[in-house]
């Protein structure tokens, strides 16, 4: 990862991560407005060209990717046979490679994945980091940079087969606008030149975080071993529900259809007095029970603390919720993303049980 971000005047760069420049909540609402780019060093981009490639990729994920326009945005699971989440993509194609955005932590696995696949299909797919980086913020701002390479976060808007489980309106991620631009790694160090000069204002992988996560925009890094794309809502972006067969296609269904999922997302709003933040995996409780665990936290600009977080499908939707930190238990307020009730929308009658029914009334 390159370094060059760590010589921008306030820069606290972790692991190759930019993380913020002193002042992580200014730099959301700069973020926010387009009057600053972030350099996303937690993201991670895989090529996939050859003939073959959208028509593939269609049929190994969630996504109906085989009339993916070039230019055109989209997202993608890679589910395991039960239907639970292993991994996540953004889309773009140009016509002639497929560009896959994904959390930096999940690339190898994915990219291991996917070469396993292949078969005799005419792909090959590669680890672009080295030719590629990302910069996230509006899409102005974005395309300011001059890539033309931009993916547009679809979020939260329902793609085409999709289903959004959140009944609120306006949605919280409504108002935000993303973007991604992939750009060269000779643009990327031409960007931090710039930062430097003070020509061009950035904001930490911190802000875009904190920005995410008040839209209840879920992402790889909210995900556990049981995941399934019902439970974060993902059916809206990420999975086309009347699209043919894929590896964990039929519990998806089922779930959807039939079924409710297990868990739920909630968002919390935290109480902020003592300015303390829940590591991911904090416990959520419901009084002394434990309802569920903390997935993603930040400090927001306008909201204060807050967090996303996952607890299990029966958990009142107006408990009185505490979570767990290194400073004992703070109260949260929920807010319900997935409600109680989602899925179970075929609205197949119940039949009682044969040992149930009554007797026939025997003829007179």
């Given amino acids: 990862m390159t370094t060059a971000f760590a010589n921008v005047p306030g820069a606290v760069v972790d692991d190759g991560v930019l993380r913020h420049l002193g002042n992580p909540l200014g730099e959301q609402r700069l973020l926010a407005t387009g009057r600053a780019v972030a350099p996303l060093g937690d993201r991670a981009v895989i090529a996939v060209p050859g ?50 955005l994904v959390d930096r932590e999940d690339a190898e696995g994915l990219l291991a994945w996917l070469r396993r696949m292949r078969f005799r299909l005419r792909v090959d797919p590669r680890d672009a980091s080295d030719e590629v980086a990302v910069v996230g913020g509006t899409t102005d701002a974005v395309a300011a940079l001059g890539s033309e390479l931009v993916w547009t976060d679809p979020w939260p808007s329902v793609a085409p087969g999709g289903w959004g489980y959140a009944a609120v309106d306006p949605h919280p991620g409504a108002d935000r606008d993303w973007a991604e631009a992939l750009l060269t790694r000779n643009a990327f160090e031409e960007l931090a ?13 911190d802000a875009a975080d904190a ?67 829940p590591e991911r995996g904090a416990i959520v409780r419901s009084g002394d029970d434990e309802v569920g665990e903390v997935r993603s936290a930040a400090l927001h600009f306008e909201e204060g603390p807050i967090a996303l977080a996952i607890v299990r499908r029966q958990a009142p939707v107006d408990a009185e919720l505490t979570v767990d930190t290194a400073d004992g238990l703070i109260a949260a307020a929920q807010e319900v993303v997935v409600p109680p009730d989602a899925g179970a929308t075929a609205g197949v009658p119940r039949l009682p049980r044969l040992g149930r029914r009554k007797a026939a009334t025997p003829p007179v």
């Fill in 211 to 277: 920005l995410r996560i008040a839209a209840w925009r879920p992402r790889r890094s909210d995900v556990d071993e049981r995941t399934l794309p019902h439970e974060l809502d993902w059916l809206r972006t990420a999975v086309h529900l009347s699209k043919g067969c894929y590896r964990g296609q039929e519990t998806v269904a089922k779930v959807h259809n039939l079924g409710h999922p297990p868990r739920r997302l909630v968002a919390l709003q935290l109480d902020g007095s003592g300015s303390v933040l």
């Fill in 51 to 100: 003939e073959d490639r959208l028509s593939w990729l269609d049929s190994l994920t969630s996504q109906a990717l085989a009339r993916l326009a070039p230019g055109e945005s989209t997202e993608l699971l890679v589910l395991d046979p039960q239907g639970r989440v292993e991994h996540v993509a953004g889309v773009l194609d140009d016509g002639e490679t497929t560009w896959l």
């Fill in 193 to 205: 030149a710039r930062a430097v000069a003070g020509d061009i204002a950035l904001a930490g992988a």
